[in-house]
Structures are given as structure tokens and as C-alpha cells.
């Protein structure tokens, strides 16, 4: 059973370990942008997204070997990552946000409009038979508000934190004190 003051701290550290996420999230989002002109820089990105459950799971370890003296439950566990990815997300929605209203001025748009819209993307449309497919999306994406797409990460991130939490727990739980030799 979970104590209020265990409770509490959990919590302060998942609010913790979740800005560090959110800046990580907000670091690879921006080489993923500027990865839309570069491919070097666009690959560091991806292998960043896939970091992502790494940098949870040695945060949690960090948790449990530090403020849980080595022990934690799966349960306990799984609480933390979601409210780590909780709170990530928040952060992270509200910085996609800022992005997207105060600073893109399009230039997502159109980066996606270009690749779409080259000799090589509108021949596999056609051959796919996919070109009014692609011209559709590529009308309603631009309808999209910024707030809409932040909501949408935002789900999409606590929905993340949801899944990824079972098996980061699972690795990481320890009920049993680590002997010193």
C-alpha cells in the first residue's frame, strides 16, 4: 500500500523525469524539423524517437535504486511511467503548440507539400492509384489549427505512456533488495 507521502513523491520525481522527457521530445522534434532539409540530422531524430523507452526505463531505475533504496513494485512502476509520460506530454503539447501558432509560419506544410508533390512521390501515387487519396490528406492536413495537432500529441503520448509503461515496469521492478558483495 501506497503511503500519501510516497504518493507525493512519486509523483514529484515523475513530474521531474517528465520535463527531462518533454526536452527530449522537444530536442528531437526539432531535428526532426530541420531534419525535413537534411537527412543526416532527420536519422539522429528518429534514433532519438526510438530512445524513448530507454531514457524511461533509466529514469525509473534511477527512482527505484535512489528514492526507493533498490525496491519497487510493478505497480508503483507503472504509475510513474504514466505520470511521466503524463506530464511529458503536457509540456510537450504546449511547446508543439508554441511551435506550431508562433513560429512555423508553414514551413511544415510545405516541406511536406514538396515531398509529396516531387517527380518520384507522384509517381508512386499514380501507380498505387493513390494521387486523390494524397491530394485529399494533403488538403485536410492543412486545415489542421495547432491546437489541434498538440491535442493530438498530447493523446498520443499518455496513450505512449500507457502501453510503454507495462513492459519498462516489468524490466524494472524489484522486490527484492540488491545484496553488496
Do not use: C
Not at 509540456?91 to 501558432?101: G, H, K, M, S, T
Not at 511544415?108 to 518520384?120: F, G, I, N, P, R
Not at 493530438?152 to 521492478?173: A, E
Amino acid at each position: 500500500m501506497i503511503t500519501p507521502h510516497e504518493y507525493v513523491q512519486l509523483k514529484a520525481f515523475a513530474r521531474q523525469d517528465g520535463a527531462l522527457l518533454a526536452l527530449l521530445w522537444v530536442f528531437t522534434s526539432t531535428l526532426y524539423i530541420i531534419g525535413m532539409t537534411n537527412q543526416l540530422i532527420g536519422l539522429a531524430a528518429a534514433m532519438l524517437i526510438f530512445y524513448t523507452p530507454f531514457f524511461v526505463g533509466g529514469r525509473l531505475r534511477k527512482f527505484r535504486d535512489y528514492a526507493r533504496e533498490g525496491l519497487i513494485s510493478f505497480r508503483r512502476g507503472y504509475a510513474y511511467t504514466v505520470f511521466m509520460f503524463f506530464y511529458a506530454g503536457v509540456l510537450f503539447a504546449v511547446a508543439i503548440y508554441i511551435y506550431l501558432a508562433f513560429m512555423d509560419h508553414g514551413f511544415l506544410m510545405s516541406q511536406m507539400s514538396k515531398v509529396l508533390t516531387s517527380d518520384e512521390a507522384r509517381q508512386a501515387m499514380q501507380q498505387y492509384g493513390m494521387t486523390e487519396m494524397m491530394n485529399e490528406s494533403l488538403s485536410q492536413l492543412a486545415k489542421v489549427r495547432p491546437i489541434d495537432y498538440a491535442l493530438d500529441m498530447l493523446t498520443v503520448n499518455i496513450t505512449l505512456g500507457f502501453i510503454l509503461g507495462v513492459p519498462i515496469s516489468l524490466m524494472m521492478q524489484r522486490n527484492v533488495a540488491k545484496t553488496e558483495e
